[in-house]
């Protein structure tokens, strides 16, 4: 089967989504559809989703289509700044406000006067910081660190949650009054493994885009395409794209992404759904002897995070979950009882004994 390849010039002539956010999925659509009627309103929007789901490029789009489009857009992350550093950040200092305060600074919230600001996992804000944000949705004021002049802005507030913020609520961790507040308009972003169908665009879209940029025009194969499709990205949006980013940089002369390409991690994924689809079981008239059949799966399981990783029985027990000498306590009666999990534990390298996986070290 021909190799799928995505032109750049296919980006114009062919929308994959809305305002540089990729999807087709109704999910995505329907979120869609909320931008187009949010946006030109000064409406304060909650978008909530996992990480690397898409929640900033949401909150930019609701910018650029706003009547603040001519405004700065002034994202502030408020899990990756100190708490202590944060009231500054957001709202500046005056000179000698602290140690180090050499000179007066303008806060963000200065900055994005007439424009926009997007406050990035405001779950994270301090008890403190939600009272002086609440205040500054009510009525534009503030005052800036070692100051009691009172400051008027007039921006706009978009945030964003990775957190169940009425779990943090009812948890007595964020202010009741303040989700209501900040959620007017709320947004649920979709993980990438609910919208499955929008990964070939993502991938073709995001290639093209690495094209763009002046990195080789790599194309992918329908079997790489499919592994990519199966794997679960807890990761989101953002995971597949730094993927698929550091096989372009890295990527073989022929410029072709295949199925032994992709990380370890990718391809268990592809192998464990194709074995599942394959059901190797069959049910006679006399049924299966379940017990055996239990035994083979699990020889398998083990099988496949020996493989992984590359014999070492620690780190086999991690991915399964298992004490290390619970692995060891099965690895030894399987050699004892034979088998084909014996044989690959104690096959001469380059031999494949299970499903093709080839020699695991003992």
């Not at 305060?101 to 939600?130: C, H, N």
């Not at 550091?246 to 022929?254: I, T």
């Not at 069959?282 to 299966?288: D, N, R, S, V, W």
Request: glycine share 10%; charged share 25%.
């Amino acid at each position: 089967m021909e190799n799928v390849r995505f032109e750049p010039q296919q980006l114009e002539d062919e929308p994959l989504g809305f305002e540089g956010i990729i999807g087709r999925h109704p999910s995505m659509e329907d979120i869609f559809e909320v931008i187009r009627r949010v946006a030109p309103t000064d409406a304060t929007v909650l978008i909530a989703g996992e990480s690397g789901t898409g929640k900033e490029l949401v909150a930019a789009a609701l910018h650029r289509l706003s009547a603040r489009a001519g405004g700065r857009f002034v994202p502030v992350h408020c899990g990756a700044i100190p708490e202590e550093l944060l009231e500054s950040e957001m709202f500046g200092h005056e000179r000698g406000a602290f140690t180090g305060a050499v000179a007066s600074r303008l806060g963000r919230f200065k900055l994005a006067d007439q424009g926009t600001i997007f406050l990035d996992e405001i779950g994270e804000m301090s008890p403190k910081l939600q009272v002086k944000l609440l205040r500054v949705l009510e009525d534009g004021r503030f005052e800036s660190v070692g100051s009691v002049v009172t400051q008027q802005v007039d921006v706009r507030i978009i945030a964003a949650t990775n957190r169940a913020l009425d779990e943090a609520v009812t948890a007595k961790q964020f202010r009741e009054d303040l989700f209501y507040r900040l959620r007017v308009v709320p947004i649920e972003m979709p993980p990438l493994r609910r919208r499955r169908e929008d990964i070939p665009l993502l991938v073709q879209g995001t290639l093209a885009q690495l094209a763009e940029k002046g990195l080789p025009r790599f194309d992918v194969t329908p079997a790489a395409l499919a592994a990519l499709e199966r794997y679960s990205w807890p990761g989101n949006v953002r995971e597949l794209r730094n993927l698929l980013e550091h096989m372009v940089v890295l990527g073989r002369p022929e410029r072709v992404i295949e199925v032994h390409d992709l990380p370890p991690h990718v391809i268990a994924a592809q192998e464990s759904g194709e074995a599942q689809a394959a059901m190797p079981w069959q049910f006679g008239p006399a049924g299966i002897d379940f017990y055996r059949e239990m035994e083979a799966i699990e020889d398998r399981i083990i099988a496949q995070a020996l493989r992984l990783s590359g014999g070492n029985k620690k780190e086999a027990a991690r991915l399964l979950r298992v004490n290390r000498t619970t692995l060891l306590e099965k690895l030894k009666r399987k050699r004892a009882q034979g088998g084909a999990l014996a044989a690959l534990l104690g096959a001469p390298r380059g031999t494949e004994v299970v499903g093709g996986q080839g020699w695991i070290e003992g």
